[in-house]
T-cell receptor
Framework: DAGVIQSPRHEVTEMGQEVTLRCKPISGHDYLFWYRQTMMRGLELLIY????????DSGMPEDRFSAKMPNASFSTLKIQPSEPRDSAVYFC???????????FGAGSRLTVL | QKEVEQNSGPLSVPEGAIASLNCTYS??????FFWYRQYSGKSPELIMF????GDKEDGRFTAQLNKASQYVSLLIRDSQPSDSATYLCAVFKAAGNKLTFGGGTRVLVKP
């Protein structure tokens, strides 16, 4: 298996633009997680899905953030409009047995100017 | 108080020595505990996990758990320069199915 695949690896955009991050989980994994990592706040859970259904989105910072999982092999995290404080590395992770043993993707580094 | 706390470091260790990393957590209902390693610019990868009080060994790594004192530690024996990374402690609670990460301890192993 190729592991968890994220795209793009790097994104530089201007404030106000829409950003879409994509994730393909490991085949057969029922859980998908979106995390954000910054120097100040560390690794924070934004949202997670189980069998394509959003279960807990309490970590989504505000309405500018949205996430979808239309099928078992694809998820998106969208920020609209983006702001400089959204600059971070966004990780997608998947697992077979819940939020304990996670396999992370390589991450998407977002810079909002 | 943060849910999971770690000393940010850097923890500087000479090659061949033992690196000792500590982590404390606030929720007594936490059930399992994980150590992830993250190299600079890379994603976290699982090193090991522990569920029960006591020690668990896996190669050069030993995880120690003391639920009464609410701390977890990781020992790295015979430290190598390739062990230089940030080590993230993570705490899992089944209620809510949530894995919470500490801020990480940066380890530098000097030849």
């Amino acid at each position: 298996d190729a592991g968890v695949i994220q795209s793009p690896r790097h994104e530089v955009t201007e404030m106000g633009q829409e950003v879409t991050l994509r994730c393909k989980p490991i085949s057969g994994h029922d859980y998908l997680f979106w995390y954000r990592q910054t120097m100040m706040r560390g690794l924070e859970l934004l949202i997670y899905f189980n069998n394509n259904v959003p279960i807990d989105d309490s970590g989504m910072p505000e309405d500018r953030f949205s996430a979808k999982m239309p099928n078992a092999s694809f998820s998106t995290l969208k920020i609209q409009p983006s702001e400089p404080r959204d600059s971070a590395v966004y990780f997608c992770a998947s697992s077979l047995l819940g939020a304990n043993v996670l396999t992370f993707g390589a991450g998407s580094r977002l810079t909002v100017l | 108080q943060k849910e999971v706390e770690q000393n940010s470091g850097p923890l500087s260790v000479p090659e061949g020595a033992i690196a000792s990393l500590n982590c404390t957590y606030s929720d007594r209902g936490s059930q399992s505990f994980f150590w992830y390693r993250q190299y600079s610019g890379k994603s976290p990868e699982l090193i090991m996990f522990i569920y029960s009080n006591g020690d668990k060994e896996d190669g050069r790594f030993t995880a120690q758990l003391n639920k009464a004192s609410q701390y977890v530690s990781l020992l790295i024996r015979d430290s190598q320069p390739s062990d230089s990374a940030t080590y993230l402690c993570a705490v899992f609670k089944a209620a809510g199915n949530k894995l919470t990460f500490g801020g990480g301890t940066r380890v530098l192993v000097k030849p």
